[in-house]
């Protein structure tokens, strides 16, 4: 009885490592083409200001239009691109996308705001990345100011020498480097000692917003604010991920934070759809407009 048991177990056992080992392996081969296949798509989120609800920004997120599958989300296919090096190729399509995406918009008089681009951690230690991003910006025409390269907390970790010279590099051409996911990697406050005046804009981290309480004096709260200012202290500005409700809306304003990225101004969105927000350059929250009529 115990062979048997054991035998089933070993069958369950093996053939859901099958259908996992065929899932990416068919998510491997498809994703070699996907960019000619024309299946990858980028979404924007806008950026926020807390007090003006102007857009000041937006960020490209990589979708991938699978023809069976859907949707796949980043978190599903980037490790995995990142694996088997189709990262380089995504990459390049994402900047060159985003950057030629914002180049237009501009040119049809929509306001101009910074694109922000995320970058995997092993790409961003190759030098290679300095003369592809200047390559691009040529290309494009957009002008390196409305460029912000986000990366996390991983890619600081390696090769300190590499690491100095990239980023010294991205500042002397005006790109602005923004540290995403703040607060959830390994050496948090380290990284900011060592890269100060190096790395310009601190993304909160979306687990500390959702945290935050309508009652100031809880530990959540205090946490985020101290972030901001010690943040801001360092000469950075300070962007708040995954902001969902207006009561974070409110505390985050209160301490100041210069940008609000979430779900309570806009999921990332297709290009038509962002094009739109853009001409509405204002983006006020349905609670909010809901409150301002009754006292108006
Ligand atoms: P990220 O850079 O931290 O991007 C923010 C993620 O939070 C996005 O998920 C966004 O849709 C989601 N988000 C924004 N506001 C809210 C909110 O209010 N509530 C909740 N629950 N979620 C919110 P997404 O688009 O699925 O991307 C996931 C991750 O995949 C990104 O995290 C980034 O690390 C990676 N990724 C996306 N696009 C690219 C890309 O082009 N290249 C690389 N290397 N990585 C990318
Ligand atoms: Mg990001
Ligand atoms: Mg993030
Ligand atoms: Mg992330």
């Given at each position: 009885k115990a062979k048997e048991l054991g035998k089933n177990n070993f069958q369950v056992y093996s053939s859901s490592l099958n259908a996992q080992t065929f899932k990416i392996f068919s998510l491997e081969s498809s994703l070699r083409y996907a960019i000619e296949r024309g299946q990858l798509e980028l979404y924007y989120q806008p950026k926020v200001c807390?007090?003006?609800?102007?857009?000041v920004g937006a960020e490209a997120l990589i979708r991938w239009n699978h023809p069976e599958w859907g949707l796949v989300s980043p978190d599903e296919f980037i490790p995995l691109a990142e694996e088997t090096g189709f990262i380089v190729e995504i990459g390049d399509w994402v900047k060159r996308t985003a950057c030629l995406q914002m180049k237009l918009w501009q040119e049809s008089g929509l306001p101009k705001v910074p694109i922000s681009v995320n970058l995997s951690a092993n790409r961003f230690l190759e030098r290679s990345l300095i003369t592809n991003v200047k390559q691009i910006l040529e290309e494009t025409n957009?002008?390196?100011?409305?460029l912000e390269i986000e990366i996390t907390e991983s890619s600081l970790l390696e090769n300190e020498k590499v690491v100095f010279s990239v980023l010294e590099e991205l500042k002397r051409l005006g790109i602005k480097v923004a540290l995403d996911?703040?607060?959830?990697?390994?050496?948090s406050l380290s990284s900011l000692k060592r890269f100060k005046g190096l790395i310009d804009i601190l993304k909160i981290d979306r687990t500390f917003i959702n945290d935050?309480?309508?009652?100031?004096?809880?530990d959540s709260n205090f946490i985020t604010n101290t972030i901001i200012q010690l943040a801001q202290q360092l000469k950075m500005e300070v962007v708040a991920e995954g902001v969902e409700t207006t009561d974070q809306l409110k505390v985050l304003n209160n301490y100041n934070c210069n940008s609000i990225q979430g779900y309570?101004?806009?999921?990332?969105?297709?290009a038509t759809e962002f094009e739109k927000l853009l001409n509405k350059g204002k983006l006020i929250p349905e609670e909010m407009k809901a409150k301002e009529e009754k006292f108006t």
């Open positions: 807390p007090k003006t609800y102007e857009i957009l002008e390196s100011k409305y996911d703040f607060g959830t990697g390994y050496s935050l309480t309508s009652f100031e004096t809880d309570l101004f806009s999921k990332p969105v297709p």
